[in-house]
């Protein structure tokens, strides 16, 4: 059994720690973080105790106090999960940075993503201090339980105290909000501000968590990045086919569901990964064909997002480009790419391998009605028609881009129905008002004029420009920033190494450059997610005023160099240290292409004027790119439609 990740033994002497080491008080003790130049960083600070032996599927509980003060300048290994052999059960720590443990500045909680099955919180590429430092925030990432030990259901498996049988790390993640909440303080965070943010399946809980009543209070706004929303059977088991798993693995491991606490973990965690193995079609479930995320239990997943109403807080979306590309391309995933299809009995053959980890009982129909849409759009919108592009784009559009566009657009639905609802509200109230005050006066046979007190008869403004200002304003982003070859398009996760600024260490630069260009685009991505952490409205100098989404005007925030690749790119920018000329270019570039007067110049000193051959638009408004290609699930009914 692994012990707690105690590197400083309680009641041990200050002198041990290091002259750099900073100190501060949680609720369970006194953690010793390290100082880095300009900012702090604590590493493997718990925020649960271990869920070994008894607490295995049971829910969060509190870590234990200690004495003395706890080494927290080291990380602790991920969750345990397949191909890493340092991950253990042992997982459950905080990592924070922080430009300074004193003053009350936003925090940002960060979820990482890996299908519910893989990754964690101390991965070079979610190294905290870039954002931290440039905007100001005190960052926070995690471990939770994965695979079996993390999203699964069955009632013997129950809590005796709690009573939840299922969903274990979402309820991780919402242990982690508490423990946030009870310690930002600490670190220089303001408990009363905080972002949830996450990627794929962390950007997918972001969004579960926020619709929960336990959790909501907690925090302020969301991020959801490339979230994958949760729905069967693709992305999910039915509660039937998790008791179904769960009881298969435990008569495999030769004991019943209750003693699958006292199983050895690898080989509960090899039991699962056998019965999800092969294709979908060949399995023990049909459900949970691509991933096993949350579980419909009505406690800690009341149903699928496209099922409930929207999300009733600030929300900045954001989605890549070319989604698909993350799992066609060698190298870019920690999973390997299937083969390329080079003809058009493989392409054939790919898309039809795509839509069975969605969908059972793929028809061949299916597959040539998805290759005319495809090729249809692709053709009217000028994109590549080739084999790889076409599977790459059904690929991502079928699991991240049409879920995602669709739910915000249900969300700015029902932000106008609201709206609407407001502003008929404020009409009869001042009109009720006025035929009062009209009664009053004339019976007191006073005349007063026709001025009227702010608030009477119409609002100031319409009802679309008071969602804008209401506390439940949703921006959408599509991060377009180019990859570069062999690599190409834009994809999955590609965000997370600009929001982190991590694009330029060795395992990222291959594909996503290491430029003053790449700098530039990370620095405005961070501006607008700190910016939206302050005050709910994302903005960044050189970047058009970002409006409201609103499905059929130019409201998406395109971000990423508009070149052929992210070589050419880098040539045409301007070096950092002349970045504001370039924004002011980007900004009024913008508002030409766009022909939107929300796309406004930013208001800054005149600069020089530059040539052509160095114009690199960064930033623009405009309607949902490439809607054609959505159209297709719309019209088979493939993901449930909001």
């Known amino acids: 059994m692994a012990t707690p990740y105690v590197l400083t033994p309680p009641g041990s002497s200050s002198t041990a720690r290091r002259p750099s080491d900073v100190v501060v008080r949680t609720t369970e003790g006194l953690v010793a973080g390290e100082r880095c130049r300009e900012y702090t960083v604590f590493r493997g600070v718990p925020y649960a105790r271990p869920p070994l032996g008894a607490l295995r599927f049971a829910s969060p509980r509190s870590p234990v106090c200690w004495d003395g003060v706890r080494d927290a300048t080291r990380f602790v290994p991920p969750f345990l999960q397949p191909g890493v052999p340092e991950s253990r059960e042992d997982a459950l720590y905080a990592n924070v940075w922080t430009p300074d443990i004193r003053g009350s500045r936003p925090v940002l909680v960060y979820i990482h993503g890996g299908g519910w099955q893989i990754g964690g919180g101390e991965l070079p590429t979610y190294d905290g201090a870039r954002p931290a430092l440039r905007g100001d925030l005190v960052v926070v990432t995690f471990n939770y339980r994965l695979g079996p030990f993390g999203f699964g259901l069955h009632e013997d498996l129950a809590d005796p105290d709690t009573g939840s049988f299922a969903n274990w790390g979402l309820q991780d993640q919402a242990e982690l909000l508490r423990w946030v909440r009870r310690n930002a303080a600490a670190f220089g965070g303001d408990p009363d ?57 435990a008569r495999r491991l030769g004991t019943d569901v209750r003693g699958l606490r006292d199983v050895p973990a690898g080989a509960l965690l090899d039991a699962w990964q056998t019965v999800f193995s092969g294709s979908p079609s060949t399995r023990l479930v049909d459900s949970g064909r691509e991933y096993r995320g949350p579980v419909c239990d009505g406690r800690w997943m009341g149903g699928f997002d496209h099922r409930l109403p929207a999300l009733g807080l600030p929300t900045m979306v954001v989605y890549t480009r070319t989604e698909g590309a993350f799992f066609t391309v060698p190298g870019l995933s920690a999973l390997p790419a299937p083969p390329a299809p080079t003809n058009e009995a493989e392409l054939r053959a790919a898309v039809a391998a795509v839509l069975d980890r969605r969908l059972v009982g793929v028809s061949e129909r ?96 319409a009802p679309d420009e008071q969602v804008a200002e209401g506390t439940r304003a949703q921006y959408v982003m599509e991060f377009a920033h180019p ?84 070589a050419e ?63 297709f699930w719309d019209d088979v009914g493939w993901v449930p439609r909001p």
């Open 193 to 249: 501000n905080i972002t949830l943010s996450g990627t794929s399946a962390g950007g997918a809980s972001a969004w579960q968590l926020a619709l929960l009543p336990q959790v909501r209070s907690l925090i302020r706004r969301i991020i959801p990045i490339s979230p994958c929303h949760v729905w069967v059977p693709a992305v999910a088991l039915t509660a039937e086919d998790s008791r179904t798993v769960y009881a298969a693995i």
């Open 483 to 566: 990859t570069r070859p062999p690599a190409f398009g834009t994809p999955h996760e590609a965000t997370s190494r600009f929001l982190f600024g991590t694009f330029g260490i060795p395992e990222n630069a291959w594909a996503y450059g290491d430029g003053p260009l790449e700098r530039r685009i990370s620095d405005i991505f961070i501006d607008l997610v700190a910016a939206f952490a302050r005050d709910d409205v994302p903005s960044a100098v050189g970047v058009p005023d970002w409006p409201v989404f609103h499905p059929d005007r130019p409201t998406t925030l395109i971000l990423g160099a508009e070149t052929g690749d992210g």
């Open 366 to 461: 299916l597959v040539g009605d998805c290759l005319a849409a495809y090729r249809e759009a692709a053709a009217a919108d000028g994109l590549p028609l080739d084999p790889v592009s076409l599977w790459t784009e059904i690929w991502g559009d079928g699991l991240f881009r049409y879920p995602i566009v669709r739910l915000a657009e249900k969300h700015a639905s029902a932000e106008k129905h609201a709206s609407a609802e407001k502003h008929a509200s404020a009409e009869k109230h001042a009109s009720a008002e006025k035929h009062a005050s009209a009664e009053k006066h004339a019976s007191a046979e006073m005349h007063v004029g026709d001025g009227r007190h702010a608030g009477d008869g119409e609002p100031a403004t």
């Open 569 to 631: 790119a880098t040539k045409t920018a301007e070096p950092a240290e002349s970045s504001e000329a370039t924004e002011a270019t980007e900004s009024s570039e913008a508002t030409e292409a766009t022909g939107s007067t929300e796309a406004t110049e930013a208001t800054e000193a005149p600069r020089a004027p530059r040539r052509d051959a160095e114009v690199v638009r960064l930033a623009r408004l405009a309607t949902t790119p490439h809607p054609r290609q959505l159209r």
